[in-house]
């Protein structure tokens, strides 16, 4: 990566990257999709942990309909699944994967929840919306798009700016552009980043959804109040 390229990713990088300098944008909002025969459109965070730990394997467990479970996630790099196990999963990291097509299990997989992982927000939302039972998680302006499943409240309260800000909403977090090392005062990317916090740049940012740096009481750190 040069000094003239550009990198956003959810969350702060990990260690070993002295030379990656991150600068807070915005936060962020995801959400929790469930496919529409699933008859379940509000979890609490502990029926979160206990899915996904494989304790709950039928809807009906949580008041839903009958049908087995089964979990779409992201595979292990993107910054999405860092985020919802962090936030909703205590820290703790999603087991492995079950399942190819994310409605039965593969030869030899163990016996429990069926599991599969998917590369991009697009893929998961449209595994969700294609297997009845299936619950994933994804950016909120992407699953806002989708009228082919339903989002998916937790302990009652919506994926709402205004909810993430009160404390109420768990599910978010600070967006990061990344240079390796810092860029020319007067290169494109530099202009690109100081356009990012001017009024039009703003204005774009908050129509994706996402809160500007710029807008939160604390906005070196840019996370909820």
Not at 4 to 18: I, R, V
Not at 138 to 162: K, N, P, Y
């Amino acid at each position: 990566m040069s000094p003239g390229l550009l990198a956003f990713s959810d969350g702060a990088k990990g260690e070993g990257y002295p030379q990656l300098l991150p600068r807070p944008i915005a936060f962020s909002l995801f959400t929790l999709v469930v496919n529409r025969e699933a008859g379940v459109q509000d979890l609490s965070p502990e029926q979160i942990r206990r899915l996904h730990a494989g304790e709950i394997v039928n809807r009906r467990q949580i008041g839903g309909n009958d049908l087995p479970v089964r979990l779409v996630s992201r595979f292990s790099d993107p910054g999405t699944r860092r985020t919802f196990e962090q936030r909703l999963l205590d820290g703790r990291r999603e087991p492995g994967d079950t399942s190819d097509d994310c409605a039965n299990p593969a030869p030899g997989a163990p016996p429990g929840v069926v599991r599969c992982a998917r590369a991009s927000t697009g893929d998961v939302l449209d595994a969700v919306a294609a297997t009845p039972g299936a619950l994933g998680y994804s950016e909120g302006g992407a699953a806002s798009a989708r009228d082919d499943l339903l989002l998916v409240r937790i302990g009652g309260h919506a994926a709402t700016l205004e909810g993430a800000d009160y404390g109420a909403y768990p599910f978010w977090e600070t967006e990061y552009a990344y240079t390796y090392g810092e860029p020319e005062a007067d290169s494109p990317t530099a202009s690109f980043l100081l356009y990012l916090t001017n009024v039009v740049g703003k204005d774009i940012v908050r129509s994706h959804g996402h809160r500007p740096c710029a807008e939160p009481a604390n906005p070196v750190l840019c996370r909820p109040s």
